[in-house]
């Protein structure tokens, strides 16, 4: 087996992290998982605010989860990191890193050498000449992955990689075949969505939406004038099932205001997009992260959406070792597509 490699996805509310085996191999193996509450104001999602404060908790949670590798990919993934279709011209993947800076740099809100650059290649662009190709264009902020990299570091440990946290979901999910056709993925993180739209597997849009789960509970507890503890545990337990109940009425009220947002964002999405695939449908949405198995919540995606919905687990096709604590990994199984796939993407 190959080296070990740690995922690390930082969200407002905690860091979850997957420690894999052999991760360029046939068979990568998940050795270790460990999650760490954090500290509120102290991180949103992808992204350090306090250094100290979050090294401290990496620190605990490596002591806690007693990781054998301190070699790190780290998730980048928010409504400060930018991601849109574009077209380039035809050229050698170095060359093309050297070139990516001039051939975009009209297209960004904020300076070229304040950012850091990547393009995902889709494919070639018909009937271009000279010849082109499409692809996703990533630019994340320099300043911020920077601090958040100082601060892994300030834990002894290195990072090896950073990555966009939908490209390691997908790599996750795709781990024992991609899916055939157009599919949507929902990935309801703490703060943030990620609405993914692939095709036979490749991903052709990427959306990032600055609503999650913790807005959910946030709208509850203001409600129901309770704290913050039991909003979750209503979230979780009774979801929006029950709003004819008058117990339940104003905390599914306040979670339909929330989730109106969501729905309505992956309704324009799947029309932006099928208004320019015309010869394409969308034929499943599959849902990641804790929110989506609040009661209600995937019936009322399909039920608006008017699209199959589902929840999938990350786990299916990577190999789980022995010794790793069962009730951990279920606890926090649909919070690992990220990290697993943070890990996958690095030997």
């Known amino acids: ?36 509450e954090l500290p509120e104001g102290v991180a949103r999602d992808s992204e350090v605010i306090d250094i100290t404060e979050v ?9 806690d989860a007693g990781f054998q590798s301190k070699r790190v990919v780290l998730g980048v993934g928010n409504q400060r990191v930018l991601v849109r279709h574009h077209q380039v011209p035809v050229m050698p993947e170095a060359q093309l890193r050297q070139a990516l800076p001039y051939l975009v740099a009209d297209l960004l809100p904020v300076p070229i050498d304040e950012t850091i650059l990547d393009f995902y290649p889709i494919g070639p662009v018909p009937d271009s000449a000279p010849q082109e190709m499409s692809g996703l264009l990533v630019a994340a902020l320099k300043e ?19 990555d966009l946290t939908p490209f390691a979901m997908l790599r996750t999910m795709h781990l024992g075949g991609s899916p055939a056709g157009t599919h949507m993925y929902v990935k309801i993180g703490a703060r943030t969505t990620h609405l993914v739209i692939t095709r036979d597997g490749v991903p052709q849009f990427i959306r990032t939406l600055p609503i999650g789960g913790e807005h959910i509970i946030d709208a509850i507890a203001e409600a129901t004038n309770v704290g913050r503890g039991e909003a979750e545990e209503v979230k979780h337990r009774v979801g929006i099932e029950n709003g004819a109940n008058p117990l339940y009425r104003a905390a599914s009220e306040a979670q339909l205001e929330v989730l109106r947002g969501i729905l309505g964002s992956i309704r324009s999405t799947i029309g932006f997009y099928l208004g320019n695939h015309e010869d394409e449908e969308i034929q499943s949405i599959l849902m990641l992260g804790l929110t989506a198995r609040a009661p209600g919540y995937v019936q009322a995606v399909a039920e608006h959406v008017g699209v199959a919905a589902t929840v999938v687990s990350p786990l299916t096709a990577i190999r789980i070792a022995n010794g790793v604590d069962e009730s951990k990994l ?18």
């Open 330 to 347: 279920r606890q926090a199984e649909l919070e690992l597509a990220a990290p697993i796939g943070l890990a996958l993407g690095r030997s």
């Open 1 to 36: 087996m190959g080296k070990r490699v740690v995922g690390l996805d930082i969200s407002s509310r905690c860091i979850v992290a997957v420690e894999v085996e052999g991760s360029a191999g046939k068979q990568p193996t998940l050795t270790n998982v460990h999650r760490v």
């Open 144 to 162: 911020s992955v920077e601090t958040d990299v100082a601060t892994i570091a300030q834990s002894g440990l290195n990072v090896v990689g950073v």
């Open 55 to 63: 090294s401290l908790a990496i620190t605990k949670l490596w002591k």
